[in-house]
Every structure is written in structure tokens, then in C-alpha cells.
């Protein structure tokens, strides 16, 4: 299976606004069938102020009029249904937004209230109560604590937030707020919803004292050191356990977890039989352009499934990553090492997720003026870190300029580069060479195989700086990320990322920063 993560603000805008919205996305449907894959997930389109784009939610049920209404996503799940198409939903249970009415109600209730116990409300410390309750940092810069006016105008509590401030953390202990996320679930699955991307999965629970970090940790974001109490809690999976039991009513409906944690022993945990379905091992996103370093990301992502009996995910990309054609090295080596570990990607057994303008070799851009970024992580970094719109910029579909058919307005929500015009869909369909007619050939050639048994591959010998392994099928796919040519493995060629040569008398072969599907003669 191949699904498709699409960043609503920034896949196609219908109503000329500079964002893109549902009926944009029901618009390119048939993009998505030329594509070929087999779903959809759709990052958050609740409700929201928009602080995090999405991800601080203020009403978990019901759709944020930024991209239109239930209705508009009921004709949305209409269009992919009929082109046999799956939607995943993000699915946000690790905190609400500020504005979301619980939060209300427990700024005010006041200290000691009910309202407030299903948040992580805490005095200060010190004896003016002025410092945070802990030294516990925020995933988006500066400390994970903001301090509250009380209803009597006075300075009182602090608030738990372990990303911005306006996205406060919710207190899975209370029972309040299971009850609500059952509801949640329960009102997208009977609306027809085939499943859910959980955010943070790995971060539901947090710990009964709430006690300092050490002093020496070095705090990274999401990626779990065992001394980080902020994640991977032990009472994490009886949350799981509890969603599970509800999508588990709803037959085909799964769960795909986001989970940052490195330990394979630890992330195989998420995938017991009546927890998580499946999750994202993020070993393969993370990994540089080096022969090793993937062949560990592979072995670490397969271990995992071993472990667990479930079936492996793969990404190279999101909307909080580098895109891999910057990652992998700027210009034409970075194109060239993305289209390589495509085929690398869609070779392996299991789930492939691809990130919206991934299959036209999208860059990340770094160029946006500091006046127009959006990210939290900018301001809370106090402007060290300029957070994750470089890889948000809007998808281009035709045209030499800006809109570039993204919208009818110039005013993007973020700056497209004027420099994309050649990156367009429009011209990348009517060329084989592209990006674009590489991920649709690679995606059609993948379903056409029969799918190995098992979700292991079989490594074989390959020049220093290089892989090779073979599925269970037979078909065998061989990476060269060296910097000389080497000799092609012996089968017949069914796709490769680049062009291949010829050096009589060796014959041919595997040029650098190439990849190659072959079948046994």
C-alpha cells in the first residue's frame, strides 16, 4: 500500500483565499488516481485558531470553515471511496488549544477546581510562586510552562504545554478525557473515516510527580532518551489499548501511530496485538545518503516488525522534516539521491507514505522572509530556529510564476519561490524523465508485483558504499551511494532512478547516486 500525506493549507486552494481547503483536495482527486496511490492521510482540519496549523484543536469534531465543512469532507471521503482510495484522518489526543471550551472553563474555575484537573495546572515554584513547576523545555523552544492570570487578576498556576503555549497538555489520568476521545472517534469512523494518524502517540502519558530532567540531558525533539519522562510512559499503552477497543468496532478502520522512539524493543511495544495497528518508524527519514547508515535504518524499521508481528511503514519525508531532495545534498545530488531512495523506499515490504510535492522533487525552502514565517518554533526559539514552513510551501501545479495554479490569489499563505516553474506538475506529466513520471512508474510497477511473503528482505554482498537485497518475490533492489560506478547485479532492469551506462568490456553498470530494480533472468 502507498498512501499519500497531503498538508490541506497548502495542497490546493478553491475559493481564492491563499489556502488550500477541501475542495481543493476533491478537485485534484483525479491527480491522486494518475498518481496511483491508495489513500490519503489528511493532516488536521478540525477546528482550530491555527497557532500550530491544526494540530491545537478546538473542537475535535467539526472541520474548521480555513478548509470548509463536514460537508465538504463528506463529498471528500465520497470522491476517494469511488477511486477505491482510503482516508486516514490526524487525530490529535495529546492536548487541546486554548480556545478549546475545557480550557476556558478551567481558567475560569480557578486553582483546585474539577475544570482544571484535566490539565496539568501546577503551582510555582519559589516563594512568590514564579518559577515553572519543573525545567521541563517545550518541543518548540523556551520552557513547557506558561503561567495563568486568575479570575481575581492576580499571577496564579502554570500550565503544562509540551509544545506551544497555546496548545496545553491534557491529563490522560482523568476520565473526562478518554470519554471525549471515544466520542471523537466514534463521530469520524460512523462519518466514514478509514482510520487515524495519532499524533504524538508516544507522549499521551506523563508522570505522577512531574519531576526535573536531569541537568545533563541533552533534550531533542520528539526522540525519546530513556531518562526523558516526558515520553514513552509506561501508562501510555493502556491509552492505546482504550483506542484500539473503539476502532476495532469498525471493520478495515486502523491506527497509525506516530511514535519517537528509537529502542526497537521499546517501539515494538506500540504494536502489540491490541494497541497501534501500525506505526511510524522514523530510522529511514532520519538516515543520511550512506549505504550503512540506510541498511541500519532498514534492519532497525524490519526488527521492529519482527518483533511486534506487524507490518513495517516508510517515509522519507513529512510536514516536520527537510525534504529529502535538500537533505540529501542541495541541487543536482540531492535530486539524483531522492530519486535513488524512492526505489529504495517502494522496494521495501509494508506501508510507503509519500509527502505531498515529494514526487516533484520539491525542495525545502529556506528563503522565506523572516516577516512571513508561521511556525511557533520560530518565535519561541526566540528566532534561532525557523521551525518547519520550509517544507509547507505550496504545492505548484501549472504555470511559470507564482501561484503557480495553487490559487487565483498571489498572496499565499506562505511565499512560493519564483524559481518553481520547471518543478510544476503541468510540465512533469508530458516529461518521462521527471520526478513526477518516476513515482508514478515506480508506484504503478509495485502494484503489478505479487508482494513478498514476509516483511524481511535478503541482503547480499554489494561494493563498499553500496546495498543490495532481495524481496521475498524475487525482485531485487540494489542502491549505489559510492562516488565511482560499479558493476550492475546480474537480472534484467525493471526501473531505475537515473540512466544507467555501459563500459565495455565490464558491461553495465550502477552509476553513483543511482538506484535499480532488476528481476532474476
Given at each position: 500500500m502507498v498512501l499519500y500525506q497531503i498538508y490541506p493549507r497548502s495542497f490546493a486552494d478553491?475559493?481564492?483565499?491563499?489556502?488550500?481547503?477541501?475542495?481543493?483536495?476533491?478537485?485534484?482527486v483525479g491527480y491522486l488516481e494518475l498518481l496511483g496511490v491508495d489513500g490519503v492521510w489528511l493532516s488536521p482540519v478540525m477546528?482550530?485558531?491555527?497557532?500550530?496549523?491544526?494540530?491545537?484543536?478546538?473542537?475535535?469534531?467539526?472541520?474548521?470553515?480555513?478548509?470548509?465543512?463536514?460537508?465538504?469532507?463528506?463529498?471528500?471521503?465520497?470522491?476517494?471511496?469511488?477511486?477505491?482510495?482510503?482516508?486516514?484522518?490526524?487525530?490529535?489526543?495529546?492536548?487541546t488549544s486554548v480556545e478549546h471550551p475545557w480550557f476556558a472553563a478551567a481558567l475560569a474555575a480557578g486553582p483546585g477546581?474539577?475544570?482544571?484537573?484535566?490539565?496539568?495546572?501546577?503551582?510555582?515554584r519559589g516563594e512568590d510562586g514564579s518559577r515553572p513547576p519543573n525545567n521541563w523545555p517545550s518541543v518548540f523552544g523556551g520552557p513547557a510552562w506558561t503561567r495563568v492570570t486568575e479570575p481575581d487578576g492576580s499571577p496564579g498556576q502554570w500550565y503544562l504545554h509540551l509544545f506551544a503555549?497555546?496548545?496545553?497538555?491534557?491529563?490522560?489520568?482523568?476520565?473526562?478525557?478518554?470519554?471525549?476521545?471515544?466520542?471523537?472517534?466514534?463521530?469520524?469512523?460512523?462519518?466514514?473515516?478509514?482510520?487515524?494518524?495519532i499524533d504524538v502517540a508516544h507522549?499521551?502519558?506523563?508522570?505522577?510527580?512531574?519531576?526535573?530532567?536531569?541537568?545533563?540531558?541533552?533534550?531533542?525533539?520528539?526522540?525519546?532518551?530513556?531518562?526523558?519522562?516526558?515520553?514513552?510512559?509506561?501508562?501510555?499503552?493502556?491509552?492505546?489499548?482504550?483506542?484500539?477497543?473503539?476502532?476495532?468496532?469498525?471493520?478495515?478502520?486502523?491506527?497509525?501511530g506516530e511514535v519517537w522512539v528509537g529502542p526497537v524493543d521499546r517501539f515494538a511495544r506500540y504494536l502489540r496485538a491490541d494497541e497501534l495497528h501500525f506505526a511510524f518508524h522514523f530510522a529511514l527519514t532520519g538516515a543520511p545518503f550512506d549505504a550503512g547508515a540506510v541498511r541500519a535504518a532498514v534492519e532497525s524499521t524490519l526488527e521492529a516488525s519482527r518483533i511486534s508481528g506487524s507490518t513495517p511503514t516508510?517515509?522519507?519525508?513529512?510536514?516536520?522534516?527537510?525534504?529529502?531532495?535538500?537533505?540529501?545534498?542541495?541541487?543536482?545530488?540531492?535530486?539524483?539521491?531522492?530519486?535513488?531512495?524512492?526505489?529504495?523506499?517502494?522496494?521495501?515490504?509494508?506501508?510507503?507514505?509519500?509527502?505531498?510535492?515529494?514526487?516533484?522533487?520539491?525542495?525545502?525552502?529556506?528563503?522565506?522572509?523572516?516577516?512571513?514565517?508561521?511556525?511557533?518554533?520560530?518565535?519561541?526559539?526566540?528566532?534561532?530556529?525557523?521551525?518547519?514552513?520550509?517544507?509547507?510551501?505550496?504545492?505548484?501545479?501549472?504555470?511559470?510564476?507564482?501561484?503557480?495554479?495553487?490559487?487565483?490569489?498571489?498572496?499565499t499563505w506562505l511565499p512560493m519561490p519564483g524559481n518553481w516553474g520547471r518543478l510544476t506538475v503541468e510540465p512533469q506529466l508530458e516529461d518521462p524523465g521527471s520526478m513526477l513520471s518516476l513515482y508514478r512508474a515506480a508506484i504503478e510497477i509495485r502494484h503489478a508485483w505479487s508482494g513478498p511473503d514476509t516483511a524481511s528482505v535478503d541482503w547480499?554482498?554489494?561494493?563498499?558504499?553500496?546495498?543490495?537485497?532481495?524481496?521475498?518475490d524475487g525482485v531485487v533492489c540494489a542502491l549505489n551511494a559510492s562516488t565511482r560506478s560499479v558493476p550492475l547485479p546480474d537480472g534484467d532492469v525493471v526501473l531505475a532512478s537515473g540512466p544507467l551506462a555501459s563500459h565495455p568490456p565490464t558491461g553495465a553498470v550502477l552509476p553513483p547516486d543511482t538506484a535499480v530494480w532488476l528481476r532474476p533472468h
Open positions: 478553491s475559493d481564492g483565499d491563499g489556502r488550500g481547503d477541501l475542495q481543493g483536495v476533491i478537485d485534484r477546528l482550530s485558531p491555527g497557532a500550530d496549523h491544526g494540530y491545537d484543536v478546538s473542537d475535535p469534531r467539526e472541520v474548521d470553515p480555513l478548509f470548509g465543512d463536514l460537508d465538504s469532507l463528506r463529498r471528500l471521503l465520497e470522491e476517494l471511496h469511488a477511486a477505491r482510495m482510503v482516508l486516514i484522518m490526524d487525530l490529535v489526543p495529546n492536548h477546581s474539577p475544570e482544571r484537573d484535566r490539565y496539568f495546572f501546577r503551582d510555582g503555549a497555546e496548545q496545553p497538555d491534557l491529563d490522560w489520568s482523568h476520565p473526562d478525557v478518554a470519554d471525549d476521545l471515544e466520542r471523537t472517534l466514534r463521530f469520524w469512523l460512523d462519518l466514514g473515516v478509514d482510520g487515524f494518524r507522549g499521551l502519558a506523563k508522570p505522577d510527580d512531574l519531576a526535573d530532567l536531569p541537568d545533563d540531558l541533552e533534550v531533542a525533539q520528539l526522540v525519546v532518551d530513556p531518562r526523558d519522562a516526558r515520553w514513552d510512559r509506561p501508562g501510555v499503552h493502556d491509552i492505546h489499548r482504550r483506542i484500539r477497543s473503539v476502532v476495532d468496532e469498525y471493520p478495515g478502520a486502523v491506527t497509525f516508510w517515509a522519507l519525508s513529512n510536514h516536520d522534516v527537510v525534504r529529502e531532495v535538500t537533505r540529501y545534498g542541495n541541487g543536482a545530488p540531492g535530486t539524483a539521491r531522492a530519486r535513488a531512495m524512492l526505489l529504495v523506499e517502494l522496494a521495501l515490504p509494508g506501508i510507503a507514505f509519500l509527502y505531498n510535492g515529494a514526487e516533484l522533487g520539491l525542495p525545502s525552502d529556506f528563503s522565506i522572509p523572516h516577516d512571513r514565517l508561521t511556525d511557533p518554533t520560530w518565535e519561541r526559539s526566540g528566532h534561532a530556529e525557523m521551525g518547519r514552513d520550509h517544507c509547507r510551501v505550496p504545492i505548484p501545479w501549472e504555470g511559470p510564476e507564482p501561484p503557480y495554479g495553487f490559487s487565483t490569489s498571489p498572496d547480499y554482498g554489494a561494493p563498499s558504499g553500496c546495498l543490495a537485497f532481495r524481496r521475498g
